[in-house]
């Protein structure tokens, strides 16, 4: 059997991992020039340390991305901390608390039915009484989930924000991980090819010709694991065409974000508020810390329709509104002099990833069950927002997915 993996990343490199162990000849096309994709760990200009520039989380205790860690001799350490939030009056510690905010998780908790995330609010807390929950439940979803609340699943939702498990960061960041599956691969046998755009699949049933460049990979199947605006704006063109994949393509969310991390001469916030996790401000802006590691960087979060503000922003003057932001939260107008370096990422509909990740609308899951099916033994397709057994958006999505399609196409 050989097969062609498209996208070196965490679903691509998963796959390749269990499709070479198990004895497939596999080549894998990436259209940059490294491995990892939305995960890459690096120290940019200025930077004292290491920073996550994409994936930073382990939302919790997940089986297949705990055991790879185990099995690459890789550690994590908990995150977390208390949520706080900016406000005229200072720094208060009800986000995510209060009287409003324990009925919505209680009304939450009783859903059975999916809807959307507005429909649900609309019904249950569309009094004027109501306005300010609303607002803060909005911009919960749009900042950490980079959803569209008229369009999101209540029920994904649901099971996401009523998990109680705790959330935890690689302790040498995600990039060591994707190193050791692409090492285990190389070792198997693996093929990859970097600066490999794919344009063009042409394909019959068991048997794939893959354009990309000015080259041609030939193998008997195909599995695509890029991003799914990707698939959706239909950047690779089949022929024949896949009309029918292409409109379940269209029935999951994808979010865009724009990714701040600033490294401080010291670690401010922990002086008044050693407790800090997370911190939300007015506009769209969301902090968060290195609790537990104590490092002296703050990540600024600015997610979906909030990021489109910034779209035509340089990053240096993004760097000076957010710590405008910060100062204004903390009233100190010294931060200016504590700030010592800073970095943008940009996770947009203009990048080559097209966004940041997934989140499913009420649709999703059947339309993903289809896509899942493949084309023909043929056409195969994984990613982060595939994988039914996870929550969308996270690495562990990412490698179920992968590995999931891998075994399926095993079975061939």
Known sequence: MKVIVIGAGASGLMAAYELTKNGAEVIMLEAENRVGGRIRTFKPPGFTFEIEAGAE????????????????GLFHVRAGGKMYRASESGIETDAGNGEDWNLFYEK????????????????????????????????????LDLADPAKVSILSIKDEWLSDEPDYRPQSGYQKLMEYLYGQSLANGLKLHLNQKVEKIQWQTSSV?????????????VLLTVPMPVLQEEKIKFAPPIADMTAHFHKIGFGEVIKILMEFTEAFWEKSHPDMGFLFTAGGFTFWTQRKMHKPLLTCWIGNHFAKQFENVSDENLIETVLEKLSAAFADGSLGE???????????????????????????????????????????????????????????????????????????
């Open 57 to 72: 989380f382990i939302h919790g205790n997940l089986p297949l991305t705990m055991r790879l860690m185990e099995n690459a």
């Open 108 to 143: 939450l908790s009783d859903v059975k039915h999916d809807m959307t995330l507005e429909s649900f609010l609309n019904e249950n807390f569309g009094a004027d009484d109501f306005a300010d929950i609303r607002k803060g439940v909005c911009e919960m979803a749009q900042g």
């Open 209 to 221: 010709d893959v354009f990309s460049n000015d080259s041609v990979f030939h193998a008997d199947a």
């Open 338 to 412: 504590k700030y010592s370096a800073g970095a943008v990422f940009r996770y947009t509909k203009s990048s080559q990833f097209g966004g940041g990740y997934s989140w499913r609308m009420p649709e999703s899951n059947d339309a993903i069950t289809e896509i899942n099916n493949g084309i023909d033994g043929t056409i195969w397709f994984a990613g982060e927002a595939l994988d039914l057994e996870s929550a969308a958006g996270t690495v562990e999505s990412a490698l179920n997915s992968g590995r999931s399609a891998a075994r399926k196409i095993l079975k061939l």
